[in-house]
């Protein structure tokens, strides 16, 4: 079912032309630990402005869109959320456009799902991504990459997360990550 739904995003995300990355509990899935996530999480390399495109990828994966007025809900929040009423998976489609993840982006792995390619966020993008969110949940997922991944690239990770500390006043990123993979 999920994998249907993967296969279909990579099918059209490429015939759309239109950077992206899973992240999540489904990238998760491919770099730690089994779990039961039933919801599918997009990282897009694009802005706002083009959100007519993305509309029309959502209609060519028969996704429905979730908010009633589209264009306020996604200007608000950066995210379009969307289900599979057959199956009720939900599909959130998250804006970005920030150098560190246009170039998580281009990091991405390509994944064959069905035979299909699907771009996944690197393993190191994903722990990034699951330091910068920080619930308890994220954490655990990334004591499982750190424990299935040996090869990962510390110092693209530690670099970036340094980056976000300075720029955000208070944040422990890197220590917490430090702390993560002394455990």
């Not at 770099?31 to 402005?49: A, F, M, Q, S």
Request: proline share 5%.
């Amino acid at each position: 079912m999920i994998e249907e739904i993967l296969s279909r995003i990579g099918k059209v995300f490429q015939s759309h032309g239109l950077p992206y990355m899973i992240i999540g509990g489904q990238a998760v899935l491919l770099y730690g630990e089994p779990r039961l996530t039933r919801d599918i999480d997009i990282t897009l390399g694009i802005n706002i402005d083009r959100l007519d495109d993305l509309i029309r990828v959502v209609q060519d994966l028969a996704l429905k869109p979730i908010p009633s007025d589209i264009p306020t809900f996604v200007r608000e929040t950066m995210v379009l959320p969307a289900i599979e009423e057959a199956t009720g998976i939900r599909v959130d489609f998250i804006f970005s456009f920030s150098p560190y993840e246009t170039q998580a982006i281009q990091r991405a792995n390509k994944i064959s799902i069905l035979n299909q390619e699907v771009c996944f966020a690197s393993p190191e993008d994903l722990i990034i991504h699951k330091i910068f969110s920080g619930r308890p949940r994220d954490l655990e997922d990334v004591r499982t990459i750190l424990l299935k991944n040996p090869e990962l690239n510390f110092q693209y990770i530690e670099d970036w997360l340094k980056d976000f500390d300075a720029s955000l006043e208070g944040s422990h990123f890197l220590k917490t990550f430090n702390e993560l993979k002394e455990s």
